[in-house]
C-alpha cells in the first residue's frame, strides 16, 4: 500500500513526464518507487471524465517508477483508440493512477465466477486463445455492472465473444488496485476509494 504522500508523488511525476514529453526532455524517475508493481495511467477529460487514453502494466514486471513513467507516455500518445495528447489538453485533463496487486487465477467452477467478484474492488483479466483483456476496478462501478456483465465486458475488451469466460479453457483472474486521482487539472490529488 502506498501512502497519500506517495500517492501524491507518483501522479505528480506521470503529469510531469508528459510535460516533459512535450519539451523534448527525459525525466529523472523519484528513487522510492523501486518495487515492481502492475499500474495503469488513465487521462480523463476533465470535468465531464471521459475517457482520453489508459494503459499500463498489469503484472510487476517494472519498477513501479519506471512502470508510471512508461504508461503515463503510453497512455497520452500511444493508445490506439486515440489520437495522440496535444499539449494544449493537458491542461483539461485529469490523470489517475491505479497500482494493482498481483492478479490471482481465479479457479472456481464457471458458474461460480460471478458471486466470487466483488464490483467495485476486483479489476479482472481475461485470458484465452492467445487474446488478453484486463479492466480495472472503477470501470465496472462507473458503468454499473453487475458481475456477470463485467466478465461479459472483459471478454469483449480481449476481442472474445461475451460468454467467452464461461469456456473450460479461458482464464480469469481478478486483481484489487490503489487509486490516487487529480480532482481537477494539476490539482489536488486524493486516493480515490470507489463506493
Known amino acids: 500500500m502506498l501512502s497519500q504522500k506517495q500517492g501524491e508523488i507518483i501522479v505528480k511525476f506521470a503529469r510531469h513526464t508528459i510535460e516533459s514529453y512535450f519539451e523534448g526532455k527525459e525525466l529523472k524517475e523519484p528513487d522510492d518507487f523501486s518495487q ?5 495511467v488513465t487521462l480523463l477529460k476533465f470535468p465531464e471524465q471521459e475517457l482520453r487514453g489508459c494503459i499500463g502494466f498489469p ?14 507516455k503510453s497512455a497520452a500518445f500511444n493508445d490506439s483508440r486515440f489520437l495522440q495528447l496535444q ?9 489517475e493512477i491505479s497500482v494493482l496487486t498481483l492478479p490471482q487465477e481465479m479457479k472456481c467452477k464457471k458458474e ?15 485470458s484465452w486463445q492467445g487474446k488478453n483483456g484486463l479492466l480495472l ?5 462507473e458503468w454499473k455492472w453487475s458481475s456477470r456483465e463485467f466478465l461479459g465486458q472483459v471478454c469483449i475488451k480481449a476481442g472474445l465473444n461475451k460468454e467467452a469466460w464461461k469456456q473450460r479453457n479461458c482464464k480469469i483472474y481478478k486483481f484489487q488496485a490503489q487509486i490516487f486521482s487529480e480532482e481537477n487539472p ?3 490529488i486524493f486516493e480515490r476509494k470507489i463506493t
Not at 59 to 72: D, F, G, I, R, T
Not at 137 to 141: L, N, S, T
Open 87 to 95: 499539449k494544449n489538453e493537458l491542461e483539461d485533463i485529469i490523470i
Open 59 to 72: 503484472y510487476p514486471a517494472l519498477a513501479l517508477n519506471k512502470a508510471v513513467k512508461e504508461a503515463a
Open 112 to 126: 461460480a465466477l460471478p458471486k466470487n467478484i466483488e464490483i467495485g474492488k476486483d479489476g479482472l483479466i481475461v
Open 186 to 188: 494539476d490539482g489536488k
Open 36 to 40: 515492481k508493481q502492475g499500474v495503469f
Open 137 to 141: 476496478p472503477q470501470v465496472a462501478k
